[in-house]
């Protein structure tokens, strides 16, 4: 009996706190719908919400960030020159800046270009239209962090991490003749993801305490000497 106490006893006294395979969430996000992008003047912000530890019972891993912007432009190139005129090129350029905390943390570059045969011929005076759906671009960037980056700690709370986007959107001609002004109007969109990586944390049995074991060691010697005891009397 004391042999079989004993032995559970010490089971007893293990220890054991297990953590299981790394579990994702689902992606959120917040982004920003089409407007000029005159973001430069006026800072968007997104938001998303951090991660909640649960009362201690989710370990987070990992941040895995997905930045996206796009651009479309439109307008009217007229060449005013007082002789014809011949345009060799159109871009939109856009720089989207995502800042966190006031650092920029990401920076997508933009660079639509005029989908059309060159040269295009102009007239002395001559207005042509640019459809909007000739200039357009889009890109999307990853960036991924685990709990050693400066940035980890802004994503765990209860409450919302606040992300800063804006924009410097130019406007490049490349012409051989003609002097050509442009009436052109960008309109941008901008969106952030966040997906976190987690572990759950498995409690085990409670340890038990110092006495506790000095008392399991007392019972075990106890048990010892009373079978030594037995076996003697036996003989």
Do not use: C
Request: net charge negative; glycine share 8%; hydrophobic share 40%.
């Amino acid at each position: 009996m004391l042999k079989k106490l004993f032995t559970a006893a010490v089971f007893i006294g293990m220890t054991a706190t297990a953590n299981a395979g790394i579990i994702t969430t689902a992606w959120q996000e917040d982004g920003l719908d089409r407007q000029k992008t005159d973001f430069d003047k006026n800072i968007q912000t997104l938001s998303l919400t951090q991660f909640d530890n649960q009362s201690n019972t989710l370990k987070l891993v990992g941040v895995d960030l997905e930045f996206f912007g796009e651009l479309d432009s439109g307008g009217t190139l007229k060449n005013l020159a007082l002789n014809n005129g011949s345009l060799t090129s159109l871009f939109i350029v856009s720089d989207f800046k995502f800042f966190l905390n006031a650092i920029e943390i990401n920076e997508l570059n933009l660079n639509a270009r005029l989908s059309s045969d060159f040269p295009i011929s102009f007239e002395t005076g001559e207005t042509k239209t640019i459809d909007r759906a000739l200039v357009q671009d889009d890109d999307t960037d990853r960036l991924s962090f685990d709990e050693n980056d400066a940035l980890f700690a802004a994503f765990v709370g209860t409450g919302s991490v606040d992300f800063g986007v804006n924009t410097l959107t130019e406007t490049l001609i490349g012409s051989t003749a003609g002097n050509f002004s442009s009436e052109m109007s960008t309109l941008g969109s901008a969106s952030v993801k966040v997906r976190y990586r987690y572990e759950e944390v498995v409690a085990g049995p409670t340890p038990v305490t110092e006495p506790g074991t000095l008392a399991i060691f007392g019972l075990a010697l106890a048990g010892f000497g009373l079978r030594a005891r037995n076996n003697k009397s036996a003989k």
